[in-house]
């Protein structure tokens, strides 16, 4: 059974700094793309970023481009999510999700909410001015 749970989220002010982890178990980890989706009061959920099963293709939506760095550790299963410079318009509930194993799909990550079955709980973060 997948497992994922997302920590480190939180009230910051704007400018200041959050990461976000996610631990996964149950699944082969390096065998799935992992990304992360976030979902504003009001407004579909979106993918801001993803990273391929071997990390070395990254995907960030053009808001967070250059603010957040999504990093992935295979020995402890756990996805990262290092955002700096937070913004009021970056509040939401933010969520982890995998998709693989790899080689049932193409080598791209990005992809909609659907295409990612295995997700956890999400985390919010509140960014106030």
């Known amino acids: 059974q997948v497992q994922m749970v997302e920590s480190g989220g939180g009230l910051v002010q704007a400018g200041e700094s959050l990461t976000l982890s996610c631990t996964a178990s149950?699944?082969?980890?390096?065998?799935?793309?992992m990304a992360w989706f976030r979902q504003a009061p009001g407004k579909e959920r979106e993918q801001i970023s993803c990273i391929s099963h071997s990390g070395s293709i990254t995907y960030y939506i053009d808001s967070v481009k250059d603010r957040f760095t999504i990093t992935r550790d295979g020995a402890k299963n756990t996805l990262y999510l290092v955002m700096n410079n937070l913004k009021t318009e970056d509040t939401a509930m933010y969520y982890c999700a995998a998709r693989g194993p790899y080689y049932y799909y193409s080598e791209s990550c990005v992809n909609s909410w659907a295409r990612f079955p295995d997700r956890g709980q999400g985390t919010q973060v509140t960014v106030s001015s």
């Open positions: 149950g699944l082969n980890f390096d065998e799935y793309h």
